[in-house]
């Protein structure tokens, strides 16, 4: 079946721009984390989501960072005012009802800001 | 959240068995211990999970001590397609709401050598 599917996969853009990008989970899956990743480092916490719901949003660095869910399914990380330290690769992950254990990744999106 | 502590890097030689060992001094009790492959462009993949003693699976080997304080990813007759960072997590996933922030450290980077 489809994995986790993020879009774009890469993005470029200049200081100061918002962004935006998107997690398509797997279906049927209920809980959504967003990660971010720099280069050397492994995965850092952003946010997560069960349902529609933020549960927990410990991981988003400062208010530019925004993350939705509105239906349960897809979900947008939106970045406001973005600055040269957010270029990172934006890792999505999901996890089926029941099974909190396992996290299924996307591919990421990498973003670039000049 | 139990910090993780795990060498920066191994090489190998193909068809040998690579043991990664992980250090987890602070690990609490209802904590699971997870291990995630990483390739280059890609999302983290999950390879194993245990509570104690030993776990195998196709894919590798989970060896969790008495005191719990480590564990030990053995993965049998490597191959160049093993190349890959491995993450050791800790965290009590399957806890009320079936999930804890995780933190995935900086990984082993693992070479096999032809």
């Known amino acids: 079946g489809a994995g986790v599917s993020q879009t774009p996969s890469n993005k470029v853009t200049e200081k100061g721009k918002y962004v935006e990008l998107r997690c398509d989970p797997i279906s049927g899956h209920t809980a959504l984390y967003w990660y971010r990743q720099s280069l050397g480092q492994g995965p850092e916490f952003l946010i997560y989501?069960?349902?529609?719901?933020?549960?927990?949003d410990s991981g988003l660095p400062n208010d530019r960072f925004f993350a939705v869910r509105p239906e349960g399914s897809v979900s947008t990380l939106k970045i406001q005012r973005t600055e040269r330290g957010d270029s990172a690769v934006y890792l999505c992950?999901?996890?089926?009802?029941?099974?909190?254990?396992?996290?299924?990744f996307g591919p990421g999106t990498r973003l670039t800001v000049l | 959240l139990a910090k993780t502590t795990q060498p920066i890097s191994m090489d190998s030689y193909e068809g040998q068995e690579v043991n990664i060992t992980c250090s987890h001094n602070n690990i609490a009790t209802n904590d699971y211990i997870t291990w995630y492959q990483q390739f280059p462009s890609q999302g983290p993949r999950f390879i194993i999970q245990?509570?104690?003693t030993k776990v195998t699976n196709e894919v590798a080997s989970l060896f969790i001590p008495a005191d719990r304080k480590s564990s030990t990813l053995s993965l049998p007759r490597v191959s160049l397609s093993d190349t890959a960072v491995y993450y050791c997590?800790?965290?009590?996933?399957?806890?009320?709401?079936?999930?804890?922030?995780?933190?995935f450290g900086t990984g082993t980077k693992l070479q096999v050598i032809p």
């Open positions: 997590l800790v965290g009590d996933m399957r806890g009320s709401g079936g999930y804890q922030k995780v933190t």
């Open positions: 245990g509570y104690k």
């Open positions: 989501f069960q349902g529609t719901g933020a549960a927990d």
């Open positions: 992950a999901s996890s089926p009802p029941g099974d909190a254990d396992t996290q299924y």
